[in-house]
């Protein structure tokens, strides 16, 4: 019988303690880059996972795919392979005016405004980052001079919705600093299965700005989101190394 995971098709031999996860799959490749002997593992479904090294530092990353229920998927799976570590290099939309295209936010807490987590433990329960981890990534973003916005961000499970704009107003003066769909049940489980949790997001969509827009300019890698991706990337890294 195979040991290896059901939907991220790798062992526990071939994973480190500490990993790097993203929702895309071609992210993973971006990621990967700042490794040395990178090296592809598997690669299924919205699943694609690479190890290498990173200053004498076993590295994996996997990505998750879109939305909560994936993202869970792959947490236990690495879990189950010994993971004890894991930073979330992501994107989000801005709540707020100020944080510019590219700038990053780093996410202190969420609120769990997904559906994935609440199959676990009742909506009371917080969504909160490893203090150490995201200590960490806002180290790394003060020495090197990026710019970044700390706080609490809100993940939800569709952009589509038909009062997606009531709702952005209404979480935008509650002062929570953007959106993203996995952070929140990323946090919460890693809490319930003993794996530090932080997350570090690039701003690729303006407060208020049209999301298909934003979107569109983040896959044609618009020079500020990219730059925004290779700063969360190095901070990512850093943290999961010191």
């Known amino acids: 019988m195979s ?10 031999n071939e994973v480190s303690e500490r990993v790097v996860v993203c929702g895309e799959p071609n992210r993973v490749n971006r990621i990967a880059a700042f490794l040395s002997e990178p090296q592809l593992l598997a690669d299924n479904r919205e699943y694609r996972v690479m190890k290498g090294q990173y200053r004498g530092h076993p590295i994996t990353v996997c990505s998750t795919g879109i939305g909560a229920p994936s993202a869970m998927i792959a947490l236990e799976e690495l879990q189950q392979c010994g993971v004890r570590k894991m930073v979330r290099v992501g994107s989000a939309g801005a709540l707020q005016p100020e944080i510019g295209l590219g700038e990053l936010i780093i996410a202190e807490g969420a609120v769990r405004d997904e559906g994935g987590s609440k199959a676990y433990v ?121």
């Open 3 to 12: 040991d290896k995971q059901p939907h991220i098709l790798v062992s526990a």
């Open 122 to 242: 009742d909506a009371v329960y917080p969504a909160v980052g490893d203090f150490t981890l995201t200590q960490a990534l806002v180290e790394h973003c003060v020495a090197a001079g990026v710019s970044h916005y700390r706080g609490i961000v809100r993940s939800h499970d569709s952009f589509y919705t038909d009062d997606e704009a009531r709702i952005c107003d209404y979480w935008h003066g509650k002062g929570v600093l953007g959106a993203d769909m996995e952070t929140a049940a990323l946090m919460t489980l890693g809490r319930l299965r003993g794996v530090a949790v932080a997350a570090v997001l690039t701003n690729v969509v303006r407060y208020q700005q049209d999301v298909k827009e934003g979107v569109a300019d983040y896959v044609s890698a618009d020079d500020a989101m990219a730059q925004g991706e290779a700063r969360a990337i190095e901070a990512a890294l850093f943290a999961l190394t010191h």
